[in-house]
């Protein structure tokens, strides 16, 4: 009973985290156009995008090989399972042992991998400086997110994220310095990590300075579609992943009991609202970089999380 | 056992012999690969037998120094060095079976080939001084013939020069180590040295010889220089195992001598084995983004994978220092897992390098590109060993990093304020350099197989052969089978870590679903298995959906680029450009690296030009100097050479009073 019960949460939040994350991104875009004294899209528009595009025919470069075609699966299905094992409104969730927070980076990081492979595949400009340029930013952006989950797993004893999550909303936590710094740093690898401003523009499209874009340039119909859901759900993950280690109120502990499962799903909502916004406000204030000052903005990410774990090594008490 | 590992090893010692006699005739090839593949394998099992047995075996013959005879002997940590050594000899030497039809001169390779194989076995059976430095030497004299096996190309004659000083350097530090570890007794024997340890300044003395005698055989920075150099000269069967194989021994080692032989180490011992681990990783692969030729790459990437290795260790020596066994344990599994599993992708990687220098005759990787649809099963397989050494997951590659991770988050429990300082530091470099992996191989990949053809040759490649393909297949699967069940792996080389660790991880089979808990699963845990399962299943699911209720139409149309296609291929992203970021990145500080842009005058009909320059700093800085003092006191020197027969003799009779000053105020 109880493993169907765990079975039942865990594809639970499988079908949540899709349903979502395009909503997720419906509401941000929203957000950003109000802001911008716009209409905007409906909330649902992504839904309707990701319909339109799996009904048209894939229209393939005549020397786009395997890899190609199989990469978006592959990608989407990477994130979509790392996105699966960050709680969300429940924590001790079936397979949450499957992958700790570092595996679960490095599945995000075979997705880029792969994506990166595809630009190339063509054998065009563009593609070429998309997966470059993608690169060039997981280089640093990589780095930076194993010290930050270095300094919260000293903190909490554990890369597992449920333990994590339990001992984050245990009144042991306290105000530390190493975690105001790793969340800063958190902040600003999401921001590089989605390719949101101001390392990458995400309504861009034909401009040099785009780079996840330019990568998924040659793709269209369902594989396209497929790129933009992972896209979806990456954002999800990154705003789940903050919720869950610096904001881990509401989430519900390994039990079936209604009422703390509605609690759980209700401060969920209200996490992404309020992420959402804080997002939404944050693209609309800022200008976008030029890409060589993005290694500054990630290497400052990587500092501020590099002092974050020596404080950690240095003190316990930090 | 190891009276059995040593007949394999004199058959190979015959085998040689053999070689020169057969390298005329058609049959040569076949004989000499296939007695080397059957012999590996004898020597395979003799080491699973030994490490899952339990069992030591050892064997004392009447040859070498006479008071002393030469000890062989089969522990766990020769079982386990044993398995990947001959895992990789089998490996590479079927690959050869069909790779070497394309050898153009048969007798300059086959008698060394098994000559090679045997020296690397000796250096790890040997349970002596005296026979591990012979053993040693050997092993580089034969691998140095085949660096130079095609020696009418300059470039790989120096490349030998090179590897011939570096590796005659490194014996040295190796020899005066082993004359530490004997002491004034001057007993040679293993066995002798592990029961009188040396007192505490000499074993410092001793850990600084052999991390750099062993290190710079493993191509530890910055004695790395020979190893880009003489790695891809030889022939790539040889390369792979002198990438994914000799490193190994070299490992070994040191791992023989700082772990078994120089008695308990002290807390201070693992810094400069984790300073030097993490910036030969981080430097390795800066370099390997440099480069153009794709043996290089994957031969500066070794250096890389050498560096996570001593990393992991540094902190195996800090723990045990500290007394935390299980820690330790935790350490030197990572170490030798990933020991394990960069044998297995190198060969790979190298084994597919060859592949392609075969069907192209091309190493530079501007003139190549699409081979994706030229070579598939070759691209397949490339593909699964980049991913692996890029660590990604489910992969092999990513256990043996995760398992690092994970033992540097145990470090905090140090005492020292030094480590303290030092393991956070070398977290974070190690972290660099797998992102950097990761763009390394990207590029490697992306700009040999992916893309357009660059050139002629490129667009004419072919499929190798089929038993090479098989080869690098078995490898291919290897790394899988690794990256899912680790735990079987991992349990295996308790008994390794017994002996020199001091401890064991526990038991990761008897884990619910054959997960990988390093502590305990509270603290950690990793399942390939499932990741690799729900990945497969997810994929599967979303591509069975979409086609049966959306579209699986495809239609083929021309390159869109934004609707600006170029038909030249030389508009595609090159290596140079991919690594430009990277380049302005971190080669402006490391490597001096700087970008020129000629642009010619409007109306001029000359073409604009880019160059980039990187520097190596390490030649710079120390190579470039000792060879100028070198050749500068040489030509001092030299007028000794043209003295008359009354100066010699003076000079003989002022050397006999000195000496035998020193000798009459010796106390």
């Not at chain 1, 800063?184 to 874009?213: F, G």
């Not at chain 1, 609309?284 to 404080?311: D, S, Y």
Request: proline share 5%.
């Amino acid at each position: 009973m109880a493993l169907i019960h765990d079975l039942l949460f865990q594809g639970g939040q499988m079908l949540l985290v899709l349903l979502l994350a395009p909503l997720l991104t419906g509401f941000v875009r929203k957000v950003k156009a109000r802001l911008l004294r716009r209409r905007g899209p409906p909330l649902l528009q992504p839904f309707r995008d990701l319909a339109r595009l799996l009904r048209k025919d894939a229209v393939l470069a005549e020397n786009a090989s395997w890899l190609f075609r199989v990469v978006p699966y592959l990608m989407f299905a990477a994130t979509w399972v790392a996105a699966s094992l960050v709680p969300t409104f429940r924590s001790g969730l079936l397979f949450s042992w499957t992958a700790d927070l570092i595996a679960l980076i490095a599945l995000l990081g075979s997705a880029r991998f792969f994506l990166a492979l595809a630009g190339m595949d063509v054998g065009t400009g563009f593609g070429g400086i998309g997966a470059s340029r993608e690169m060039m930013i997981a280089s640093l952006a990589e780095p930076a997110m194993m010290m930050i989950v270095f300094a919260i797993a000293l903190i909490a004893g554990s890369t597992q994220l449920s333990t994590m999550a339990a001992f984050m909303n245990s009144p042991e936590v306290g105000l530390r310095v190493s975690l105001g710094l790793a969340l800063l740093a958190l902040i600003i690898v999401a921001v590089a990590e989605n390719a949101r401003i101001p390392v990458d523009n995400p309504a861009t499209h034909l401009e040099l300075t785009m780079v996840h874009e330019a990568m998924v340039l040659e793709y269209s119909g369902r594989h396209l579609a497929l790129i933009e859901l992972a896209t979806f759900l990456k954002l999800l993950l990154y705003m789940s992943l903050i919720a869950c280690l610096f904001a881990p109120w509401g989430i519900g502990a390994a039990t079936a009991d209604p009422a703390e499962i509605a609690i759980g799903v209700a401060s969920y909502v209200a996490k992404l609202v309020a992420g959402s916004f804080l997002l939404a406000v944050f693209e609309t204030a800022i200008a976008k970089m030029r890409v060589f000052r993005v290694p500054q903005f990630l290497g400052a990410a990587l500092m501020l999380a590099l002092l974050a774990t020596l404080l950690r090594f240095v003190s316990r008490s930090f | 056992m190891v009276i059995d590992a040593l007949l394999a090893v004199a058959a190979l010692l015959l085998l040689a012999p053999a070689g020169i006699a057969l390298a005329a005739s058609p049959i040569g090839r076949p004989t000499v690969y296939g007695a080397s593949l059957a012999l590996s394998l004898v020597l395979v099992v003799a080491g699973v037998v030994s490490l899952s047995g339990h069992h030591e075996s050892a064997a004392t013959l009447p040859f070498g120094l006479p008071w002393l005879g030469a000890h062989f002997r089969i522990d766990a940590l020769t079982a386990f060095f044993l398995i990947v050594v001959n895992l990789g000899s089998a490996a590479a030497s079927l690959f050869a079976f069909g790779y070497s039809k394309h050898e153009k001169f048969p007798g300059r390779v086959l008698p060394f080939y098994p000559a090679y194989l045997a020296g690397m076995n000796l250096v790890l059976l040997s349970a002596d001084a005296f026979s591990f430095l012979v053993s040693w030497e050997f092993m580089s004299l034969s691998s140095w013939a085949l660096v130079i096996a095609h020696h009418h190309l300059r470039e790989n004659m120096r490349a030998g020069y090179v590897y011939l000083l570096m590796a005659s350097f490194g014996t040295l530090s190796l020899l005066f180590a082993f004359g530490l570890l004997a002491g004034a007794s001057g007993d040679y024997a293993f066995d002798t040295m592990r029961a009188t340890p040396p007192s505490a300044e000499l074993a410092a003395l001793v850990l600084i010889l052999a991390l750099v005698g062993a290190g710079s055989k493993a191509g530890l920075v910055p004695l790395h220089a020979w190893l880009p150099l003489a790695h891809p000269a030889a022939p790539s069967q040889v390369s792979a195992l002198m990438s994914g194989v000799m490193t190994k021994v070299a490992v070994y080692g040191f791992i023989r001598i700082v772990f078994d032989l120089a008695g308990p180490p002290a807390w201070w011992w693992s810094m400069p084995v984790l300073f030097v681990g993490a910036v030969t990783a981080v430097m390795g692969v800066l370099y390997a983004l440099m480069q153009r030729d794709l043996k290089r790459v994957l031969a500066y990437s070794t250096i890389e994978n050498i560096g996570i290795v001593f990393v992991a260790l540094g902190l195996a020596l800090a723990f045990k220092a500290n007394a935390m066994n299980f820690a330790a344990a935790l350490a030197m599994t990572a170490a030798l897992l990933h020991v394990l599993n960069h044998s297995l992708f190198k060969n790979l990687l190298f084994c597919g390098a060859g592949a392609v220098l075969a069907a192209t005759g091309e190493r530079d990787m501007e003139k190549l590109g699409g081979l994706i649809h030229r070579m598939p099963r070759t691209a397949f397989v490339f593909l699964v060993g980049c991913a692996a050494v890029s660590a990604l997951p489910p992969l092999n590659g990513f256990v043996s990093e995760w398992l690092v991770f994970q033992a540097i988050l145990l470090s905090p429990q140090l005492a020292s304020w030094g480590l303290k300082l030092m393991i956070p530091a070398a977290g974070a470099l190690l972290a660099l350099s797998a992102a950097l992996a990761g763009a390394c191989f990207v590029r490697v990949y992306g700009i040999a197989f992916l893309g357009r053809p660059r050139s002629n040759a490129a667009r004419d490649a072919h499929e190798s052969e089929r038993v090479s393909v098989v080869a690098m297949g078995l490898l291919a699967a290897a790394c899988l089978v690794l990256g899912i069940l680790p735990g079987f792996a991992i349990d295996a080389l308790a008994p390794v870590t017994y002996l020199v660790a001091g401890g064991r991880m526990p038991v990761q089979t008897a884990v619910e679903w054959l997960s990988t808990v390093p502590i305990a699963e509270s603290r950690s845990s990793y399942n390939g298995m499932l990741v690799f399962v729900f990945i497969a299943a997810s994929g599967m699911i979303a591509a069975f959906v979409i086609h049966r209720l959306a579209s699986d139409k495809i239609r083929r149309g021309a390159i869109w680029d934004c609707g600006f296609p170029d038909a030249s291929t030389v508009t595609q992203y090159s290596d140079d450009s991919f690594a430009q970021p990277i380049r302005r990145i971190f080669g402006t500080v490391v490597f001096r690296a700087r970008e020129i842009g000629e642009m010619p005058t409007p109306s001029s009909t000359a073409p604009a030009r880019f160059t980039a320059i990187v520097r190596d700093p390490i030649w710079d800085t120390l190579y470039a100097p000792l060879t100028e003092f070198v050749a500068f006191t040489a030509e001092k020197l030299n007028v000794l050479q043209f003295l008359t027969i009354r100066r010699y003799l003076s000079l003989v009779f002022a050397a006999l009073v000195l000496l035998l000053l020193v000798l009459a105020s010796w106390p």
